[in-house]
């Protein structure tokens, strides 16, 4: 999928157009198609390094930390949501970190 990456921590890096793998959908995740998204300051924060010690993002990483969408595929243990739902979300800043390879630009997965 196409998403914008951030290569390496700094206020003035630029961040890239390239793909990016998929996510995996594992038993207590959500898989959002994003129809909407948007970069707030908590995202320019973490683009500087600024959160770096308590939020070790390993780049290459995409930013994006609110989104709205519609509910793709669910994982086994998810009970909330179903296909198709619509949803609005700003997903944990610690699942995201642990696996930051989601895309707020087409489909992402949050636990």
Do not use: C
């Amino acid at each position: 999928m196409k998403a914008f990456i951030l290569d390496r921590y700094g206020s003035k890096v630029a961040l890239r157009a390239g793909e990016v793998a998929d996510p995996e959908v594992r038993e207590d995740d959500v898989l959002v198609q994003v129809h909407a998204a948007g970069v707030n300051l908590l995202d320019s924060k973490l683009r500087s390094g600024e959160f770096k010690l308590i939020l070790p993002y390993r780049a290459p990483f995409v930013l994006g930390h609110d989104v709205a969408g519609v509910v793709v595929r669910v994982g086994a243990r998810v009970k909330r949501f179903k296909p198709g739902d619509e949803v609005y979300a700003r997903p944990s800043d610690l699942a995201s970190a642990r696996s930051r390879s989601s895309s707020p630009s087409k489909r992402t997965t949050w636990r």
